[in-house]
């Protein structure tokens, strides 16, 4: 079974550009996150997605990042303009409905310079 | 107070140590509890999940308490390849509309050296 993909792997921009982040969960699984981890720390929730409806967005700073699951299966994540304390893994899991166990993608890791 | 509290570590013990690692959490409503292990540079990944009659699997044993509001993690015959992040994971108590929400602890590095 495929597990959950993300791209880019690596990226790396300057304060006030923008950057979109892509993840694409496996196949079934309804529940969709994004988190935040800064070096030296656990991951934090920015975003959780049932289908294609935002559960819970409440740590995430929604002046400079979106997210959407338009179709309820794969998500982006936007960050405009972005800072250099935004220098962090986003890291992408999904859940299966009725089970408790979150499985996470490679992640993405950005470098704010 | 943090959610979830761990002691960052770094811990390093030779090979064949035993080593625990601690961890509590703040909301005493929580039910559902893991350790997720986490290697340099990758994703986090499930290694146990913890139940209040405690766990065991392979060289690993994890133990709840409720009362303490306290998850221990123990690795015995530590090999080199233990050598890792280890998170302390909460599950947002069921019913909300967060259910399924993981509050991460900040981690706890252990090395294992020859």
């Known amino acids: 079974e495929a597990g959950v993909a993300q791209s880019p792997r690596y990226k790396i921009i300057e304060k006030r550009q923008s950057v979109a982040f892509w993840c694409n969960p496996i196949?079934?699984?309804?529940?969709l996150y994004w988190y935040q981890q800064i070096l030296g720390q656990g991951p934090k929730l920015l975003i959780q997605?049932?289908?294609?409806?935002?559960?819970?967005d409440s740590q995430l700073p929604k002046d400079r990042f979106s997210a959407e699951r338009l179709k309820g299966v794969d998500s982006t994540l936007k960050i405009q303009p972005a800072k250099l304390e935004d220098s962090a893994v986003y890291l992408c899991?999904?859940?299966?409905?009725?089970?408790?166990?979150?499985?996470f993608g490679p992640g993405t890791r950005l470098l704010v310079l | 107070r943090k959610e979830v509290e761990q002691d960052p570590g770094p811990f390093n013990v030779p090979e064949g140590a035993t080593v625990a690692f601690n961890c509590t959490y703040s909301?005493?409503?929580?039910?559902?509890f893991f350790w997720y292990r986490q290697d340099c540079r990758k994703e986090p990944k499930l290694l146990m999940s913890?139940?209040?009659s405690g766990n065991e699997d392979g060289r690993f044993t994890a133990q709840l308490n409720r009362a303490s509001q306290y998850i221990s993690l123990l690795i015995r015959d530590s090999k080199l390849s233990d050598s890792a992040t280890y998170l302390c994971?909460?599950?947002?108590?069921?019913?909300?509309?967060?259910?399924?929400?993981?509050?991460f602890g900040q981690g706890t590095i252990l090395t294992v050296h020859p």
């Open positions: 899991a999904s859940r299966q409905q009725g089970r408790e166990t979150q499985y």
């Open positions: 196949s079934g699984h309804a529940t």
């Open positions: 997605f049932q289908n294609n409806g935002v559960v819970d």
């Open positions: 909301n005493s409503a929580s039910q559902s």
């Open positions: 913890v139940y209040s």
């Open positions: 994971v909460v599950n947002d108590p069921p019913g909300g509309t967060s259910y399924g929400k993981l509050t």
